[in-house]
């Protein structure tokens, strides 16, 4: 099979595409043959040798999101040879998704919701199961909270837009002018262009803050939160919040891979719930030319690896 393996970490130019053999199945995995691939920040900070690059196994093979169709299966799985699934593989981890074939536990994967393209379902699994992880299942956002998106345009912003307006929140986002139009029609009440405004001045009463920029915007972010609130800094934390502000909670989460989050991911998708933007599909072979863009931090909403 081809898979794209990382020479050393550093550089796009240590991608290589090679040949190797299709992994062997462990107890409890499927052999997936891959239709898409999804790119997430982790992936370009993990070839750069940080985030999950110590997790990494030689031949060092990056990504963690993948949609295809299932070639193998035990029989006692839970799926059957021909089944199309998407998911994020051992997230933290050692997912091995650059590849045309991918070994992955069952409990990572679900059936792909028929209505959405491969495309879709590769987009979808980390920045979904990140806002579900975040500010559905610990936050327990409700109708009328006030919810504050950091990077609304991105990956996981974008998604978690339309995952709190679900619940019936009042949605602000923050994003450059560029993207007010999109965000406005994920349905944000409130678009706020951070190259203007200050939002630490003009935002008050937050219940939640979800927050994909970090630093500073993390800090400043404890201001606007009301009492008993919740913000969740996605980025690595440079600082313990909690030292600064204690009577609202910041824990700093890591998505992680679970079976029954990603049954919730599979039916907001297929409920319509959410949809995912999808800004370019690459090939295998353009591979350096998509960690450039992801590494931009430019995107809006995902980037895909599509295999013929
Ligand atoms: N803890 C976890 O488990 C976890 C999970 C997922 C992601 N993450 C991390 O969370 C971060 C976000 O992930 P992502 O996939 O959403 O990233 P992404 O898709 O690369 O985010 C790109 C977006 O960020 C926006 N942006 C950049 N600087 C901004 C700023 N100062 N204020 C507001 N928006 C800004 C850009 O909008 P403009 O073009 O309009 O500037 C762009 O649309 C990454 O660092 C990622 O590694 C952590």
């Known amino acids: 099979m081809k898979a794209i393996t990382l020479k050393a970490f550093g550089d796009i130019d240590q991608f290589e595409l090679i040949e190797t053999a299709v ?20 992936d370009y900070k993990t070839r750069q040798g940080k985030a999950m690059a110590k997790k990494l196994k030689q031949p060092y093979i990056l990504g963690w999101d993948i949609s295809g169709v299932v070639e193998k299966a035990p029989t006692e799985s839970k799926f059957k040879v021909g089944d199309e ?16 074939y991918v070994a992955a536990p069952e409990s990572h994967l679900a059936l792909k919701p028929q209505n959405i393209s491969f495309e879709e379902a590769a987009a979808a699994p980390l920045a979904a199961l990140t806002v579900y992880q975040t500010i559905v299942k610990y936050a327990k956002i409700k109708e009328g909270d006030r919810v504050l998106i950091h ?3 991105g990956g996981v912003g974008h998604i978690a837009i339309q995952i709190a307006k679900s619940f ?21 009440d409130e678009f706020i262009d951070y190259t203007a405004v200050n939002f630490e001045t003009e935002v008050k009463d937050i219940d939640v803050v979800l927050d994909g920029v970090g630093g500073d915007v993390a800090e400043k972010s404890l201001k606007v939160l009301k009492k008993g609130g919740f913000l969740h800094s996605i980025p ?50 353009q591979m350096g030319e998509a ?14 690896v599509a295999i013929d």
């Open 151 to 153: 990077a609304g345009a």
């Open 236 to 285: 690595s934390p440079a600082k313990d919040l909690s030292a600064i502000r204690n009577d609202v909670e910041s824990p700093w989460i890591l998505v992680e891979s679970n079976e029954e989050d990603m049954e919730e991911v599979a039916k907001y998708l297929a409920e319509g719930t959410v949809k995912v933007h999808i800004q370019q599909v690459y090939n295998l072979e």
């Open 23 to 42: 992994p062997e199945l462990a107890s409890g995995e499927v052999l997936v043959k891959v239709k898409a691939i999804g790119l997430n920040p982790v």
């Open 168 to 188: 019936g929140a009042y949605v602000l986002a923050t994003a450059s002018a560029k993207n007010k139009a999109f965000l406005e029609q994920l349905g944000t």
């Open 85 to 100: 699934v998407f998911g994020m593989v051992n997230f933290p981890g050692c997912g091995n998704a650059y590849a045309e």
């Open 291 to 304: 960690h450039k863009q992801l590494e931009s931090r430019r995107t809006r909403g995902k980037l895909v």
